[in-house]
C-alpha cells in the first residue's frame, strides 16, 4: 500500500511546484476559479497565511486570513485543488512559529504582522 502512495506523490509532486514556496505570517494573493451557473471568473483572496497542514502530502491545505469589513474571514485552500489558479506572494512575514491562531483575537495593528528583512550579501 505504501509504495502505491508513494507512485500517486511523486505524479503529483509537479502540480505542487507551480506555486511558489510561501510560510505562515506571509501576505499573499490566491486567485481562486469560481463558476457561477455556466459562468467562470477568477476571484482574488488576499491574506495572511495562518497556517499549512500536511506539507509535502497530497493532502496539503493552507489557511488564509483576511480582515473584510472589520470582520475576520478565513478561507482553507487544498494546494492541489481545480480552483487554484495561482498564488502570489505579496510580503513575507517574520514569525517565530508555524500556527498564527493568536491573530484571531487580534484587531487593528495588534494584528499586523512584521516583514521580513531580506539581507543582500556580496
Not at 509532486?13 to 490566491?30: C, E, H, L, M
Amino acid at each position: 500500500m505504501s509504495e502505491l502512495l508513494k507512485v500517486v506523490e511523486e505524479e503529483y509532486k509537479d502540480v505542487r511546484s507551480k506555486f511558489p514556496s510561501f510560510k505562515a505570517g506571509d501576505t499573499i494573493n490566491v486567485h481562486v476559479r469560481i463558476t457561477e451557473g455556466n459562468k467562470e471568473r477568477i476571484q482574488q483572496f488576499q491574506g495572511t497565511v495562518i497556517q499549512r497542514k500536511n506539507v509535502n502530502s497530497n493532502g496539503e491545505t493552507f489557511t488564509v486570513r483576511k480582515i473584510s469589513s472589520g470582520i475576520g474571514v478565513e478561507r482553507i485552500f487544498p494546494i492541489l485543488g481545480p480552483s487554484l489558479e495561482k498564488i502570489e506572494v505579496l510580503r513575507k512575514g517574520r514569525v517565530r512559529r508555524a500556527r498564527l491562531y493568536y491573530l484571531r483575537g487580534r484587531q487593528g495593528k495588534a494584528a499586523r504582522v512584521k516583514e521580513k528583512i531580506q539581507v543582500k550579501s556580496n
